[in-house]
Nanobody, 116 residues
Framework: QVQLVESGGGLVQPGGSLRLSCAAS????????MRWYRQAPGKERELVAV????????NYADSVKGRFTISRDTAKNTVYLQMNSLKLEDTAVYYC?????????WGQGTQVTVSS
């Protein structure tokens, strides 16, 4: 049974930090690109960061570049999103995604609220 379980969301003040985790099970983690998406109320889901399966190279949306860092721990089957210098506009539900050309899996999402 495939599972992606996100954790680490919450309420934080502007300028603060959070680290999201996504624990994966039920598939070969190392063979999947891992991605973080987010969806704010009334907006479309957007890709925030991706880390590839082969090279582990990260890529980021322009809106988070320099503030967010994606990483993966293959031994723990976990992907992380370190979010620093958070802004009000980072408020959204953050989703973990595992992508390969054969399958595409989603987590249930974790809420991140940036508010003073």
């Amino acid at each position: 049974q495939v599972q992606l379980v996100e954790s680490g969301g919450g309420l934080v003040q502007p300028g603060g930090s959070l680290r999201l985790s996504c624990a994966a099970s039920g598939f070969i983690f190392s063979m999947y690109d891992m991605r973080w998406y987010r969806q704010a109320p009334g907006k479309e889901r957007e890709l925030v960061a991706v880390i590839t399966s082969a090279s582990g190279m990260p890529n980021y949306a322009d809106s988070v570049k320099g503030r967010f860092t994606i990483s993966r721990d293959t031994a723990k089957n976990t992907v992380y999103l370190q979010m620093n210098s958070l802004k009000l506009e980072d408020t959204a539900v953050y989703y973990c995604n595992a992508y390969s050309r054969w399958n595409n899996y989603w987590g249930q999402g974790t809420q991140v609220t940036v508010s003073s």
